[in-house]
């Protein structure tokens, strides 16, 4: 069952267009990450969604009733939402009092409450600091207290925008930790901005990737990091090999394509003469010293132009009549004895290719 539904959502702060036609659907129960670079709108859009600001145009339904435009509405149901910033402001009072301040506004008796904030801080792990004052935590303790005050009041949507952007990675983890329990356990349905994508794959059912005020592709994360929509997504999660080419012929589901004079076989249903680009992540490319032993249907030939070592990988460029980049351990190199010049062999499943339009 859709809890929201955005439809053609935009905004404008005077002449400056922030988010373009953005359409989303967000299940009860369903954990749904945005990820976009800097920039991109995904804070707006929470604002929105949070029913903080109102778009310039569009809607949003919540439940299927549509509260765009009535003011009662959107206060009832900005009761049912939570939204936890990305720099959330605690109050100069003890952490046990700024998780109950939600229930006291609402008029919660003071026995419920007690048993409500003390489940949430033993959820973050927070309740042997319930007599600390807020304004002493750390970073990550502080985005802490903040989930368990937005939870606290057990909405139905809870959003949060880039909740560990600024912590260091032990913090970073414990918050992510939360949040699992939060999806898992507490079955709350989750809307997330944040611009780490590793982040994005660990705790999403689907993602949606906007750049530029748009939403280019909403999908499973497999859908949106192995087979992306456009250039722009392809570069952004990091498919860093993009070649165009022309499909030349098929075989089946197999389509042959030309990229500088070379053919790669692929999975696609692209027809012959379409103008495509090639999309094959660097960690999907096998490097031998023979192409004899592999069983990929597409080995290309090529040496090494340049090499750079990241510990514990070694990012290998290599020539095969254009440029390729390959991810392999620095163990792997060390015993093939990779250098600058050496004559490798790139092996690539068909299987391990995407292909996309080329406009």
């Not at 748009?214 to 992306?228: A, C, H, Y």
């Not at 500088?260 to 696609?268: H, P």
Request: glycine fraction near 6%; proline fraction near 3%; aromatic fraction near 4%.
């Amino acid at each position: 069952m859709i809890l929201v539904e955005a439809k053609n959502l935009t905004q404008r702060f005077g002449e400056n267009t922030i988010l373009t036609d953005v359409n989303l659907k967000v299940s009860r129960k369903e954990a749904f990450v945005i990820i976009g670079p800097t920039g991109a709108g995904k804070t707006t859009l929470l604002r929105i969604l949070d029913l903080l600001d109102r778009p310039s145009a569009g809607s949003i339904a919540f439940s299927g009733i549509d509260i765009t435009s009535s003011k009662r509405l959107r206060q009832s149901t900005r009761r049912r939402i939570s939204f936890v910033q990305q720099k959330p402001i605690v109050f100069h009072m003890n952490v046990y009092d700024n998780v109950a301040c939600g229930l006291r506004w609402r008029g919660v008796k003071e026995t419920i409450i007690r048993e409500k904030v003390m489940s949430v801080l033993e959820l973050v792990a927070m309740h042997e600091y319930k007599d600390r004052n807020a304004k002493t935590l750390s970073g990550g303790e502080t985005q802490r207290v903040a989930v368990a005050r937005a939870l606290v009041t057990d909405p139905e949507m809870i959003l949060l925008d880039e909740p560990t952007a600024n912590l260091d990675p032990i913090s970073a983890s414990k918050i992510e930790e939360v949040l699992t329990h939060v999806i898992t356990e507490k079955k709350t349905t989750m809307i997330m901005a944040t611009h780490d994508m590793s982040q994005g794959q660990r705790l999403a059912d689907r993602i949606g990737v906007m750049i530029a005020g748009r939403m280019l592709q909403v999908g499973s994360p497999r859908e949106i990091f192995i087979s992306p929509q456009t250039r722009e997504i392809a570069e952004f999660v990091g498919v860093e090999n993009i070649l165009p080419g022309i499909v030349t012929g098929r075989d089946g589901n197999l389509a042959n394509i030309e990229v500088e004079k070379q053919n790669i076989e692929a999975i696609s249903a692209y027809h012959e003469g379409e103008r495509v680009y090639v999309l094959v992540r660097p960690e999907d490319i096998t490097l031998s010293l023979s192409g004899e032993s592999s069983s990929a249907r597409n080995n290309l030939v090529g040496r090494i132009v340049k090499m750079v070592s990241v510990e514990p990988l070694v990012r290998i460029e290599v020539d095969c009549g254009f440029h390729l980049l390959a991810l392999i351990t620095n163990r792997s190199s060390e015993e093939m004895g990779l250098t600058i010049g050496k004559k490798v062999y790139c092996s690539i499943k068909a299987s391990a290719i995407s292909i996309i339009k080329r406009w």
